[in-house]
C-alpha cells in the first residue's frame, strides 16, 4: 500500500480521471472513448498477456478478434482518421464504432469505469493525458 507522497500522488491521479478528466468537471472515462478525436487505443503490446488475464477472470476462452483490432479491421473502419491507418498501432483495443462516443468496449458509462481494470492492459496502465500531466506538474508529484 502506498503512503505518504505516492498515496497522495494515486489520490489526485484517481480524482482526476474520475471527477474532471481532461480537464472537463464531471467526466470520466475520456481516455477510454475516441469521440471525434484522432486517437487509437493501441498498440497492446501485452495483448497475450491480457488474453490470458481476460480469460482467467471470466472462465472462458476469450478469442483475439473479441478483445482487439488488427490493422485490416481498423483502417477500413476509420479511414479518415491517419491514427488507425499506421499499422504500427496495432492491435488496438476493441472500440464501439456503433456507439456515439466509441468507448472501449471494456468502458462502463454507468459505472464510469474500465470493467476490466484491475488486469487491464500496459497501455491503459501507463497512459497520462495532458491534463492530467499538467495536474500532476502543479502539485509536484511527479514519480520518482
Known sequence: ????????????????????????????????????????????????????????????????????IDFEEGHALFPDRPSWQEPANYPALRVLPEVDWIPCRFYDKATGACTVYDIRPAICRNFVCAHLRDVISLLNLEGE
Open 1 to 68: 500500500m502506498a503512503t505518504g507522497r505516492e498515496a497522495l500522488r494515486l489520490h489526485v491521479i484517481s480524482y482526476t480521471c474520475s471527477q474532471n478528466c481532461m480537464g472537463y468537471r464531471g467526466n470520466a472515462g475520456g481516455c477510454c472513448t475516441l469521440d471525434d478525436r484522432d486517437y487509437i487505443p493501441g498498440p497492446v503490446r501485452d495483448a497475450d498477456t491480457f488474453l490470458a488475464d481476460l480469460g482467467r477472470e471470466l472462465g472462458r476462452d476469450v478469442s483475439h478478434a473479441e478483445v482487439f
